[in-house]
């Protein structure tokens, strides 16, 4: 993924000639544009989506185990044993 200011650089070198002389200011105005409307997103570092997958992956497994001990109950009992 580019980085903010790759981002903003890029968008200040697509910048016609003519205001070649803005270009810096603009370029920190795309910049602070940029991370604004990102913190505005309510994103999650990659870390934490990490551990939040892993865990939901772990409680899937654990759901899966428990209804196929439910399912072998279920059958033991109406198998009359």
């Known amino acids: 993924m580019r980085s903010i200011e790759d981002i903003a650089a890029r968008l200040a070198q697509a910048l016609p000639p003519q205001v070649a002389p803005l270009r810096d200011e603009l370029h920190a105005n795309f910049r602070t544009i940029l991370q604004g409307q990102l ?4 994103l999650v570092p990659r870390e934490e989506f990490e551990a939040a997958r892993e865990m939901l992956a772990h409680t899937r497994r654990k759901l899966d185990a428990l209804e196929a001990q439910v399912a072998a109950l279920e059958a033991e009992r ?4």
Request: glycine share 24%; net charge negative.
């Open 78 to 81: 109406d198998s009359g044993g």
């Open 39 to 42: 913190a505005r997103l309510d």
